[in-house]
C-alpha cells in the first residue's frame, strides 16, 4: 500500500520568510496530492490540492510542486504571517477512486517567529 | 447543510467496553472514512467507505468495524476497548462528483480515553 514521509518534522521560519516543506511517496499509480492544515485543537483542513496531470499549482501565498518520476511534492508558504503556525500534513491516494483512501505523512510543525 | 458531524465529543471507556462513534454528513457524498490522530503519527487511516454497503480497511484496521447501509452514516464500532486506542478520531468525508476540491472534510472529532 501507499506510504507517505513528510519532511521537516518541525520548522521554525521568520516572519516574511519562506516555508518549504516535503513529502514522498512509495505508489506511482497515485494520483491525488492534498494538503492540509490543523490549527491547534482543530480539525484539518483542506489549503490545496494537485492531482498527478500539473506539475505546480498556485494559491496566493501557497504553491504545490509535484514530481511525479521523483515520486515527491512539496509545499512552498511565502511571506510567512503569524496565523501560517499550525500543523501541516501531505496525503496521498492509494485506491482505485481519487478520493476514496487517502494516506497521510506524520505532520509539519510550522511556527512563525516574530 | 451541517456538514460532518461527529458525536460524542468526549468519551471516557473502561477497558473492555465496547461503543460506537457516529458520523454523519449531509453532503451526499459517496466516500466516507475514519482516522485516529496520535502525537507525533498523523492522521491513520482506520477503515474507509466508497459508498453505501460497501466497507475496506485501512492502515490499522484492529480492534475496529465499520458498516455503511446508508449514504449519510458511518459508525465506527470499538469492539473491546483497550488503552492504545486512546485517541482523537476524525470521521471525514468526500465526493468525486464536487468538482475541483476532491478533498475530504472533516468532522470536529472525538476524544477518546480508555482507562
Known amino acids: 500500500g501507499e506510504n507517505v514521509e513528510q519532511h521537516p518534522s518541525t520548522l521554525s521560519v521568520q516572519e516574511g520568510d519562506s516555508a518549504v516543506i516535503k513529502c514522498t511517496y512509495s505508489d506511482s499509480a497515485s494520483n491525488y496530492f492534498p494538503w492540509y492544515k490543523q490549527e491547534l485543537g482543530k480539525r484539518p483542513q483542506l489549503i490545496i490540492d494537485i492531482r498527478s496531470n500539473v506539475g505546480e499549482k498556485k494559491d496566493q501565498r501557497i504553491a504545490v510542486t509535484l514530481n511525479k518520476t521523483a515520486k515527491h511534492f512539496s509545499l512552498h508558504i511565502t511571506e510567512t504571517q503569524p496565523e501560517d503556525s499550525a500543523v501541516y500534513f501531505c496525503?496521498?491516494?492509494?485506491?482505485?477512486?481519487?478520493?476514496?483512501?487517502?494516506?497521510f505523512g506524520s505532520g509539519t510543525r510550522l511556527s512563525i517567529r516574530p | 447543510n451541517a456538514g460532518v458531524t461527529q458525536t460524542p465529543k468526549f468519551q471516557v471507556l473502561k477497558t473492555g467496553q465496547s461503543m460506537t462513534l457516529q458520523c454523519a454528513q449531509d453532503m451526499n457524498h459517496e466516500y466516507m472514512s475514519w482516522y485516529r490522530q496520535d502525537p507525533g503519527m498523523g492522521l491513520r487511516l482506520i477503515h474507509y467507505s466508497v459508498g453505501a454497503g460497501i466497507t475496506d480497511q485501512g492502515e490499522v484496521p484492529n480492534g475496529y468495524n465499520v458498516s455503511r447501509s446508508t449514504t449519510e452514516d458511518f459508525p465506527l464500532r470499538l469492539l473491546s476497548a483497550a488503552p492504545s486506542q486512546t485517541s482523537v478520531y476524525f470521521c471525514a468525508s468526500s465526493s468525486a462528483r464536487t468538482g475541483k476540491n476532491y478533498g475530504y472534510t472533516f468532522g470536529s472529532g472525538t476524544r477518546l480515553t480508555v482507562v
Open positions: 496525503a496521498a491516494t492509494s485506491g482505485y477512486s481519487s478520493a476514496s483512501k487517502i494516506i
